[in-house]
């Protein structure tokens, strides 16, 4: 455990250098081991759930690169590491599934290494029950200790026995590990980690941890940092951005944060995720409104349209409260591409409940939305409730749901039809030849281009609208 006296706001330096030690001692006898076998040893990192999570994800990829493994796609690799989630149950299903999957792998490569992390890992009865069922899988970790990874895989070349290593919390935030990134030209960048909201239905807040904000510093530095390194798209990420900085030793607010990036020379394009409605302030509205960099594209989860169910969420807005923000967001920025999350069947929720749902989509003019059944999840106070929805009423509100938010994108989406638009280039689709793209709104758009363009901003022309997407020719 850490030294106290290490400590400076919070962040760790010294600790930084000692999980470096440790990289240099699991890629020693990873060279060793690979120089055996005559061949380079390979890993597997699949994972689940949130943007959170992708990040997460590509700071134990650095890691694994670092010593000396290298990533491929498929399973058969001397180490396989499932990244998690939790957040609803088939995130969990999925995971047992696979482990059956691994197992019968392992038989057939004894010396193959399992590791789990992330949120699912964060639950007691989990563990519990990869202990007793799954005694095949060699690391397990949580959400806390994600930065003592290297130390962790260390210790797990040479051990036999099982290792989990959870932590109930924590206040530490280390910075400058080596980290992997999925795209060259974008990045997400943690701007806080945890949650302090107990929204009754969600499990974030006890796998997660208590809300810590970065300090802005180390923010910066960061962004600088990458868009030395060719990115020129940063998502700033969080459960809940807009109370950024509040559990600052010098408080501050997101939209300050914002400022202080939007002079970072290079950086093109600003996102961030998830707002919460309640804490989405004036501040932040006109920050983007007036900002050169900022995406005009807020992702804004509504939840619930019924004030009674919000409530029993404890959303701590009402339907009224939200229309409004809505519309103020709309007044100050009149092309804002609004996003949002659904669930559908919360305990309790009548037709009427559900109706008032599909009066807020009528009226909000979503881009997208996502929606999703509501998931019982132990531990939190909605899993406790009465009347729990019949499986059959929700998935009949559910398909209502999913047609409307359809009906409603497509009408939204299509109003760009005809104009021009700036548009980063991503990555092949599936067709060769045809590249996909992202407007500022987060709209995607598929075009011939070839591989020369990407990470750069062409101008198409957005001739068909298909749904989700555009068909687009550059100009
Ligand atoms: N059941 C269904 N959906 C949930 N979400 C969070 N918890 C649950 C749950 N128990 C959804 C919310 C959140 C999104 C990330 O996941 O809509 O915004
Ligand atoms: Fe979950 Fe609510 Fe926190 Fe979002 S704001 S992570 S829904 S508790």
Same mark, same amino acid.
């Given at each position: ?37 005559g061949?380079?040893l390979t ?11 992708e ?11 670092e ?9 058969e ?7 998690t ?14 482990l059956?999957?691994l ?31 799954y ?5 397990? +970790? ?45 990045s ?9 909201? +107990? ?44 109370s ?26 600003? %996102? ?43 959303? %701590? ?7 409004s923000?809505?519309?103020k ?21 009548t ?18 939305? +996502? ?9 939190t ?15 009949? %509100? ?7 938010v ?26 060769k ?20 363009l ?22």
């Amino acid at each position: 455990m850490i030294n106290e006296k290490y400590r400076e706001n919070g962040t760790d330096i010294d600790e930084t250098a000692r999980q470096r030690s440790f990289i240099s001692l699991a890629g020693a006898l990873t060279e060793q081991k690979s120089r055996a076998l005559g061949r380079p040893l390979t890993y597997c990192l699949t994972t689940f759930g949130c943007q959170m999570n992708e990040k997460q994800s590509e700071a134990v990829a650095g890691i694994m690169d670092e010593i000396g493994y290298h990533r491929q796609e498929n399973e058969e690799a001397d180490v396989v590491i499932y990244n998690t989630c939790t957040v609803r149950e088939n995130a969990n299903l999925k995971v047992y599934g696979r482990l059956g999957h691994l197992h019968s792998l392992k038989d057939q490569n004894p010396d193959m290494k399992i590791i789990l992390f992330g949120c699912m890992m964060q639950e007691a009865h989990v563990v519990e029950k990869i202990k007793k069922s799954y005694p095949f899988v060699n690391l397990v +970790f949580g959400t806390h200790n994600i930065f003592k990874f290297a130390e962790l895989f260390y210790e797990m070349l040479l051990s036999d026995m099982q290792i989990i290593d959870i932590w109930e919390g924590t206040d530490q935030i280390v910075e400058d590990l080596p980290t992997e990134r999925n795209y060259t030209f974008k990045s997400g960048v943690n701007i806080m980690f945890g949650c302090n909201n +107990f929204c009754s239905y969600c499990i974030v807040p006890y796998v997660r941890g208590r809300e810590r904000s970065r300090e802005p510093e180390a923010i910066v530095r960061e962004v600088e940092r990458l868009v030395s390194d060719g990115v020129s798209e940063v998502m700033l990420l969080g459960q809940n951005v807009n109370s950024y900085g509040k559990t600052l030793k010098e408080p501050m607010t997101f939209a300050r944060l914002l400022k202080m990036l939007e002079p970072v020379e290079g950086l093109k394009r600003i %996102r961030f995720m998830t707002s919460h409605p309640k804490d989405l302030s004036d501040e932040l509205i006109e920050t983007m409104a007036e900002s050169r960099k900022i995406c005009h594209h807020l992702h804004l989860p509504l939840q619930s349209g019924s004030s009674r169910i919000l409530k029993e969420m404890n959303r %701590r807005y009402d339907k009224e409260k939200y229309l409004s923000l809505v519309e103020k967001i709309r007044k100050a920025i009149p092309d804002i591409s609004l996003t949002t999350d659904i669930i559908v069947g919360f305990p309790g929720e009548t037709e009427e409940d559900f109706e008032e749902t599909l009066d807020v989509v009528e009226k909000a003019g979503y881009d997208t939305a +996502f929606t999703f059944l509501y998931s019982k999840r132990t531990g939190t106070p909605a899993a406790k409730m009465e009347n729990q929805v019949p499986e059959e009423v929700a998935k009949e %509100r559910f398909n209502r749901l999913l047609a409307l938010v359809q009906k409603k994108g497509r009408e939204r989406s299509s109003r760009f039809t005809g104009t021009v638009q700036e548009v980063l280039v991503e990555e092949e689709s599936k067709e060769k030849g045809i590249f996909t793209g992202r407007t500022q709104y987060n709209l995607l758009v598929h075009f011939p281009a070839d591989e020369s363009l990407l990470g750069k901003y062409v101008k198409v022309r957005l001739d068909e609208c298909r749904g989700f997407y555009y068909l687009g020719t550059r100009v």
